[in-house]
């Protein structure tokens, strides 16, 4: 069994200063562990993943994500925010390489950009 | 780059009648599946297809949704008599060999009144 909590369903920073947007985990296996975001009326986009390498992750647009075993944590970060990253952002477990296994999907953090 | 396409973008329903999302996924890939997003609640796994069959579902994927790959492009999903509880966003994702990265589609949005 799998899971992730997102601890705020709502971050509010002012444009120019650092993003931090909590997840934990649970997971009964090794885990892959993926960020999404999702643009208002847009799809959901893959920001970054974690498949068991480095633990520090490095995605898309200047985010950036640590794996943290001990803490079973996958906090995404950004270390000045842009207007343009105003969206719902999404944690997700999966099996590693389980092969066809499903997301399982936080509940979401809508963040909001400060002009 | 290619990408996961969805049609329609948005499918208003009466309640009992039958629908159908159409999805076409990135044409190299292998395994395809299905989510929903109700409004204002989180993503849930709907139901996951290779090799033309199904290969695991959720509870609420129950026998009033199938899904079909009726040529070597096109996946889709059909609700036979909806409700209005399946009014949400309807996600197809695909992925290739190899990798467990999903790759999304925009959405389609249904409305059952």
């Known amino acids: 069994a799998q899971s992730v909590t997102q601890l705020d369903s709502h971050v509010s920073v002012s444009e120019g200063t650092p993003v931090l947007l909590r997840c934990n985990y649970s997971?009964?296996?090794?885990?892959?562990l993926f960020w999404y975001v999702q643009h208002p009326n847009k799809g959901l986009q893959l920001l970054l993943k974690?498949?068991?390498?480095?633990?520090l992750v490095k995605g898309i647009n200047g985010f950036e994500a640590e794996f943290k075993k001990s803490e079973t944590s996958f906090h995404l970060t950004k270390p000045s925010a842009h207007m343009s990253d105003a969206a719902e952002y999404f944690c997700?477990?999966?099996?590693?390489?389980?092969?066809?296994?499903?997301?399982?999907f936080g509940t979401g953090t809508r963040l909001t950009i400060i002009p | 780059e290619p990408e996961v396409t969805q049609t329609p973008s948005h499918q208003v329903t009466q309640m009992g009648q039958e629908v159908i999302l159409r999805c076409v996924p990135i044409?190299?890939?292998?395994?395809f599946y299905w989510y929903r997003q109700i409004l204002g609640q989180k993503v849930e796994f709907l139901v996951s297809?290779?090799?033309?069959?199904?290969?695991?579902k959720s509870e609420i994927f129950d026998d009033q949704f199938s899904v079909e790959r009726p040529d070597g492009s096109n996946f889709t999903l059909k609700i036979r008599s909806t409700k209005l509880e399946d009014s949400a966003m309807y996600f197809c994702?695909?992925?290739?060999?190899?990798?467990?990265?999903?790759?999304f589609g925009p959405g389609t949005r249904l409305t059952v009144l």
């Open positions: 997971s009964s296996y090794s885990p892959s």
């Open positions: 044409s190299n890939h292998l395994y």
């Open positions: 297809f290779y090799n033309n069959e199904i290969s695991e």
């Open positions: 994702a695909s992925r290739t060999r190899g990798t467990d990265t999903q790759y």
């Open positions: 974690y498949t068991s390498a480095a633990t």
């Open positions: 997700v477990v999966t099996r590693l390489w389980f092969g066809n296994e499903k997301l399982t």
